[in-house]
């Protein structure tokens, strides 16, 4: 099992940026595709962003296209996530994930205990 530990969360002004942070325990890190999901209170967990084992491939939510960009290091076992232009509504706990490449939360078999970000109007 992997073990997943997500950090970058904070309190941020609109407009403003995080860096999201995912580090993974597992030698075998580059043999699993990334994602992050988020969280708001009183929501469903929501798909944000994934990317494959290589780094090649990428996908994001329409909510934070343009605006989102994931990557890995593979030789950091870690997978990032930078948050620009931040509304509001990106209000959540944001977890990474590890598993196959998909949008659905379902394909992920390993999960952080998640990071909180907050952005304040």
């Known amino acids: 099992q992997v073990q997943l530990v997500e950090s970058g969360g904070g309190l941020v002004q609109a407009g403003g940026s995080l860096r999201l942070s995912c580090a993974a325990s597992?030698?075998?890190?580059?043999?699993?595709?990334m994602g992050w999901f988020r969280q708001a209170p009183g929501k469903e967990r929501e798909f944000v962003a994934a990317?494959?084992?290589?780094?090649?491939?990428?996908y994001y939510a329409s909510s934070v296209k343009g605006r989102f960009t994931i990557s890995r290091d593979n030789a950091k076992n870690t997978v990032y996530l930078q948050t620009n232009s931040l509304k509001p509504e990106d209000t959540a706990v944001y977890y990474c994930a590890a598993g196959s490449l998909s949008y659905s939360s379902s394909n992920y078999g390993s999960w952080g205990q998640g990071t909180q970000v907050t952005v304040s109007s």
């Open positions: 597992l030698r075998t890190f580059d043999r699993y595709a």
């Open positions: 990317i494959s084992w290589s780094g090649s491939s990428t």
